[in-house]
């Protein structure tokens, strides 16, 4: 069993910045591919970014390529979204998942795990 805990949102003027974290418990947390997502009010939720185990070949939404940066310290069990240039258009509620799988995933179905979002605002 895992828990997900994400934290680091809030309000921000368009082209500022803010950095998500997600905290996971378990001891497996290395084993496991981490993604973020998010959701609008009255859209579905969207694929952001995700990172496999190893840390390497992080896939992004064509939205938000250029802008976040996904990153994750397994010695921390955290998984971070750094967000720059952020826009109105990014606000979302911000979730992030693990899946117990080392293949990468951008649909939201084979995730195992989820956290229960943190807020992000984006104000024009």
């Known amino acids: 069993q895992v828990q997900l805990v994400e934290s680091g949102g809030g309000l921000v003027q368009a082209g500022g910045s803010l950095r998500l974290s997600c905290a996971a418990s378990?001891?497996?947390?290395?084993?496991?591919?981490m993604g973020w997502f998010r959701q609008a009010p009255g859209k579905e939720r969207e694929f952001v970014a995700v990172?496999?185990?190893?840390?390497?070949?992080?896939t992004y939404a064509d939205s938000v390529k250029g802008r976040f940066t996904i990153s994750r310290d397994n010695t921390k069990n955290t998984v971070y979204l750094q967000m720059n240039s952020l826009k109105p258009e990014d606000t979302a509620v911000y979730y992030c998942?693990?899946?117990?799988?080392?293949?990468?995933?951008?649909?939201?179905?084979?995730?195992?795990?989820w956290g229960q979002g943190t807020q992000v605002t984006v104000s024009s």
């Open positions: 378990g001891r497996t947390f290395g084993s496991y591919t």
């Open positions: 998942a693990a899946r117990r799988a080392s293949s990468v995933s951008i649909a939201a179905a084979p995730y195992d795990y």
């Open positions: 990172i496999p185990w190893s840390g390497g070949s992080t």
